[in-house]
């Protein structure tokens, strides 16, 4: 015997969750994305809407019997960030079937859909972009967000009337949230953005510029250099005082 696990911003989108997770797929439903979880985009009651179905692997069957579904933790933390002042698509719904022993059975996540460019388009524009992006990753983690698959798929952008670049995180189970009004640390923050060193020699520039942002904690760009630098195996760079 299994039972429905549901929550949205409304009865409504609750119940919209619910069917679809019966699979109820709207009629205009199109498959944009399929490997280890697959992602649909549709308009339903005049909203455009993306769908993600989560893996229905036996190891996420038993971890998740534990602990809260990807699903349900897409949706809370895209709630979370959004109060945060942190740009997601509008989480709308979520719903989960669990069997025996609280076994998760099937997930889905249902946020609105946006076209955005990706990040490593953006970054391609120049320095400038590289700038915005430093000061969008330190507001991150002086919010205490630390997203834990940074990387340019999962940070999205849109260039606003105005002309000023608003980024957007995806993909937000594997998030880390610290309770409001603490930062993410030194350590953690050099760790976080290490992957981005791989995409410009302007790495050590974009590392000043994050440094430079961070409004709640001294950074020293060094320490985030030598987080490459360890990740790497490579000799660190002492500080000099």
Not at 28 to 47: L, P
Not at 75 to 91: F, K, V
Not at 174 to 192: A, C, F, V
Not at 212 to 241: C, Y
Request: overall charge positive; charged content about 25%; aromatic content about 8%.
């Amino acid at each position: 015997m299994s039972k429905v696990i549901a929550d949205g911003i409304s009865s409504e989108w609750k119940q919209i969750a619910r069917d679809i997770l019966k699979g109820n797929l709207p009629e205009n439903a199109v498959e944009i994305y399929s490997g280890r979880n697959i992602i649909i985009s549709a308009v339903i009651n005049g909203t455009p809407v993306a769908i993600k179905f989560f893996s229905r692997s036996l190891k996420n069957k038993l971890i998740y019997s534990v602990f809260a579904s990807k699903a349900k933790r897409s949706y809370l933390y895209g709630r979370e960030i959004l109060n945060r002042g942190i740009h997601t698509p509008q989480p709308l719904a979520y719903a989960e079937r669990r069997g025996v022993l609280n076994t998760l059975q099937d997930s889905i996540y249902i946020c609105r859909f946006e076209e955005a460019t990706d990040l490593r388009q953006y970054l391609q524009t120049g320095e400038q972009a590289w700038i915005q992006f430093a000061r969008f990753a330190a507001t991150l983690h002086d919010k205490g967000i630390l997203h834990r698959d940074l990387n340019n798929t999962n940070v999205r952008v849109n260039i606003l009337p105005d002309g000023k670049p608003r980024f957007s995180l995806i993909d937000l189970n594997r998030m880390r949230l610290l309770p409001e009004g603490n930062i993410i640390s030194r350590k953690d923050s050099g760790k976080n953005l290490v992957r981005f060193s791989y995409l410009t020699p302007e790495f050590d520039s974009f590392a000043k510029e994050y440094s430079s942002a961070r409004k709640n904690l001294a950074v020293d760009p060094i320490s985030i250099i030598n987080a490459k630098r360890r990740h790497e195996k490579q000799p660190t760079i002492k500080q000099t005082k």
